[in-house]
């Protein structure tokens, strides 16, 4: 009898009360040891982790999770959603990230989230620094400027799935492996109406931590950054002047990726993740 | 050249079995600007129908695409170079202007996206 060949990951749905709203949360992780919690890209979701947690070096040593936001991927929107705008704020996204961490008994993980979620481990380190082991932002600026009219991204003359994907296809290096370029936009393809727009709020107002970098302790919780060379919307110049602005944070600038580097060439990117992995587990 | 890459858009437009599909509600007329040179495409169910290069009196088009000549050159490059490799990127950078009624651009992005970009394979091929 054959067996399947499933992959690692398992995923499962937790119920989850955050800021007084019932929400229920689609859960997926691999491996076991350190816990290296996942957030992805606004107007996504978990499945741009896929190639970590394939990877059996990794999870051989770091126990990966990754969650879908609310309203995102395989997670609901709350109850009522019909008559609400969706607008993510930066302190529904640092709840919610602790609401996980605590209803999985998660101890001092290592936390790295991309774009907006890169901008959420700022505000993490602000607000619950000693929670963390280390805090890793891909693709991580204090503030974004939007340079397009965000209205396009949710109106009825404008199909949502074909202009988010669009949006988004040039934030990917070029020299991406297709199958995995094309996986990358079709899950921006499959966000809910208005999502990503939402998301963006907290992106390009909302989340804005310009002012408070100073605070930034990266003693009690090292910070690393990460960018790739291909993105405009969190460009390495926007990542270099945030480190230029929190002391010990470590930046390193990557060839060849763009703004989702772990969905759109994740073979290239955990050249670059496995350095700063094992320089946070030597430390401890 | 640029002038060369215009010329070449058509046939490589119209031979793109999956791009005229994705564009099959596509009719528009828009201006493609390169610098001093500008040419009225106009797009029939997404094939490309004719391009007239300028002078132009009167034009009439729906939305417009202005950058340098040396912005659509780096942007035709086989590998372009961060900044240069996506519209949104010129956009943001501000080396690409879009003007007029931009739905139909916005709607069908990704056709545009792709469309522009054609001429970097073209080019690859023949060794520019």
Known sequence: MAFPQFEAAVGRYLPLEVDGRRYRLYVEEAGSGIPLLCLHTAGSDGRQFRGLMNDKALTSQFRVIAFDLPWHGKSSPPSGWQEIEYRLTSRAYVDTVMAVIDALGLERPVCMGCSIGGRIVLHLALAHARRFRALIGLESAAHAEPYYDLDWLHRPDVHGGEVCGAIISGLIAPTAPPSERWETIWHYMQGGPGVFKGDLHFYTQDGDVRGRLSALDTKTCPLYLLTGEYDYSCSPADSRELAARIKGAKLTVMEHLGHFPMSEDPARFLTYLRPVLEEIRATG | ?128
Request: charged fraction near 20%.
């Open chain 2, 1 to 128: 050249m640029p002038q060369a890459i215009t010329a070449l858009l058509p046939d490589l437009a119209n031979a793109d079995g999956a791009l005229v599909r994705r564009g099959r509600f596509l009719e528009v007329t828009f201006l493609l600007e390169l610098g001093d040179s500008a040419y009225l495409i106009k797009i029939h169910r997404g094939r490309i129908e004719a391009i007239e290069p300028g002078p132009h009196v009167e034009p009439r088009y729906t939305f417009a695409l202005r950058a340098s000549a040396a912005a659509w050159a780096r942007f035709w490059q086989a590998v372009p170079p961060p900044g240069a490799h996506d519209l949104m990127a010129m956009l943001k950078s501000g080396e690409l202007r879009l003007q007029g009624d931009l739905q139909p651009f916005m709607a069908n992005l990704r056709y545009f996206k792709e469309l522009l970009a054609l001429p970097r394979a073209a080019g690859a091929q023949q060794g520019r």
